[in-house]
């Protein structure tokens, strides 16, 4: 009996990458071997007569299918694949997202419906993860993986002479660092992904006041004039570590010695390949710097492996009870509630000693990289509008963001690797087709590029709905904004919520002008774009549309909904929101 799995999972910031290998992790201590890949980079031929399939799918943007899954699914979307394609398919499917979003879990379900459609059998019931669960993700993919495993088991048993891998044995590292053995060569860099073009920064300012509790930057590159972009596209950016907080690390795990030798990383496992992107050979500091996550919230693997070398009986037991079902509620309270990162969890469990370097790869994520949209449309120069992220957890401990502290030493004339992907938002086709953004705070960058490249098109139909607390401390762009309305380009409306004793919005703004609004959607059938933070903004701009469309043609509440469900169908109200 072949006992092989395979594992393909559609991954943006990393969590459905990292769920993929805690189900690769635990098929193996049941004995299976089993294929870990990106959908992207899987032999598609195979599909039709593989193994049992384990799909790990998460969500991005406004229901989107990650990147690294969407050429794996437009295949599966060809019209002409027989219906009973994948007949002899069984699969099942593990969706990640967050349930304050409208589109749920949408490619999960769209990817499990579309295989049915090809005649694929599910061997277990999809499973759906919520990032608004007190436990994350994991509050439902543990007894999801309990089940799962139930019945793997069933259908494939372990072979007589063998038993499950205990939790207690450590398994090999994912994968190894051999010293090099060959000549020195330059400092080690990160390989960079296709598409990817090397900007220039012309400056990097602070856009608010010095006294605003929120540093928002302005920040501009000059790239090759060559590079073509489109209004509402995305900026990825790679961000490295603090050298000092690398530094701190290294003494605190006992690498020193060892952080600047070349090393090689080769796979343990040939089912699983050493990432593109790691220079050959490299240094455990550049490893740490430019391609893990230290300063990220811990994966519970994290605390198995530490379990395996602490000399502590006690610390060693929290730990092994923080990986338990029961363990859950102390874990959340431990780690979740006060946001505590792993290097912080290292440092608490001060009895852990000699973990082996090679097991970098296990104990931390993987470095991702972060989406800016691009806020301006100007040919041979990218600018972004990016608020830093700075905050106090309950431990007392100022936090920065990594990519935040990134972008704050960023200066003049550094060079910075980026790449332009496509937006979620499109403009119409049609010039005349006014256009109502909804931007609060940094949520307007999109607006400033969708808008400057209206003005290209003499388009003048442009309305902007921008919200910030103040006028004095965190009004973004006013001058462009007030350029724009002097030549006849450009309405703007404001919402600064805390210049006046009542708190204003940019969804009480809308309604103070509800007749106009109406009038450019039902008359002159305007494309309305939303984009900010995703807590309560975009579902209160939702429900005063509805409102507004209500009052406006004298329909029902329920006929309101339809109508603007209507619009979102037709891309006439498009949201790119951010949790």
């Given amino acids: 009996m072949d006992r092989r799995l395979v594992v393909l999972y559609g991954s943006q910031t990393g969590t459905a990458k990292d769920v993929a290998e805690r189900v690769a992790r635990d098929a193996r201590r049941r004995r299976f071997r089993v294929l870990v890949s990106a959908m992207d980079d899987y032999d598609r031929t195979r599909l039709i007569d593989e193994a049992p399939v384990i799909f790990v799918c998460a969500t991005m943007g406004d229901g989107e299918e990650p990147d690294n899954m969407k050429g794996f699914w437009k295949f599966l979307l060809r019209k002409s694949w027989p219906r009973d394609i994948l ?19 949408y490619p999960g379900k769209k990817l499990h419906k579309r295989l049915q459609q090809l005649g694929a059998r599910p061997f277990y019931p999809k499973g759906e993860g919520d990032d608004q669960h007190y436990l994350g993700i994991d509050g439902t993919l543990d007894p999801w993986l309990d089940g799962l495993w139930q019945v793997l088991l069933q259908r494939f048993p372990l072979p007589p002479d063998q038993e499950i891998i205990s939790d207690q044995e450590l398994l090999p590292p994912k994968y190894r660092l051999v010293p090099y053995q060959g000549k020195s060569i330059a400092p080690p860099t990160r390989s960079a992904a296709p598409g990817t073009i090397v900007a220039r920064v012309e400056c990097n300012t602070r856009m608010t006041t010095a006294n605003h509790f929120q540093d928002v930057r302005h920040v501009v590159f000059s790239i090759d004039e060559g590079v073509w972009h489109r209004p509402g596209d995305i900026v990825r950016l790679m961000p490295s570590n603090n050298a000092e907080n690398v530094d701190a690390l290294l003494s605190l795990m006992g690498w020193m010695a060892q952080a600047d030798d070349l090393v090689l990383v080769e796979n343990t496992d040939p089912d699983s390949p050493v990432p593109a992107d790691i220079p050959q050979p490299t240094t455990l500091r550049a490893l740490l710097t430019r391609h893990l996550s230290p300063w990220s919230r811990p994966r519970r693997y994290l605390f198995e492996l530490l379990s395996h070398f602490a000399t502590d009986d006690q610390q060693r037991e929290k730990l092994v009870e923080f990986c338990t079902a029961a363990g859950q509620d102390e874990l959340y309270s431990y780690c979740h ?11 608490d469990f001060f009895a852990v000693r000699n973990v082996p370097a090679t097991y970098c790869f296990d104990l931390f994520p993987e470095m991702v990289a972060r989406d800016y949209s691009l806020a301006s449309f100007a040919e041979g120069k990218v600018e972004l509008c990016v608020a830093l992220v700075e905050y106090k957890t309950k431990l007392a401990a100022p936090r920065r963001g990594i990519a935040s502290e990134w972008i704050r030493t960023l200066k003049k004339r550094d060079e910075v690797p980026l790449r332009i992907v496509p937006g979620t938002m499109t403009l119409p086709d049609d010039a005349n087709t006014p256009i109502i953004c909804v931007g609060p705070g940094t949520g307007v960058a999109p607006m400033k590029s969708l808008i400057e490249a209206r003005i290209q098109q003499g388009a003048t139909a442009n309305l902007l709905v921008f919200g910030c607390r103040s006028r004095t401390h965190d ?105």
């Fill in 337 to 347: 509630r006060p946001k505590r990162h792993c290097v912080e969890v290292i440092q």
């Fill in 87 to 105: 007949s002899n398919l069984e699969y099942t499917v593990f969706a990640l997202g967050d349930s304050s979003y409208d589109k749920f879990n």
């Fill in 475 to 579: 009004f973004l762009f006013e001058a462009e904004w007030q350029k724009h309305v002097d030549a006849g380009h450009l309405d703007l409306w404001t919402a600064f919520s805390r210049d006046q004793p009542a708190k204003v919005y940019v969804q009480h703004v809308l309604l103070q002008h509800g007749p106009q609004v109406f009038d450019w959607i039902q008359y002159r059938g305007a494309h309305v774009y939303v984009c900010g933070s995703s807590n309560q903004m975009p579902t209160d701009v939702c429900n005063a549309l509805k409102l507004i469309v209500q009052n406006g043609a004298g329909l029902t509440h329920e006929q309101a909904v339809e109508y603007v469900a209507g619009m979102k169908k037709a891309r006439r109200y498009q949201e790119e929101t951010w949790s």
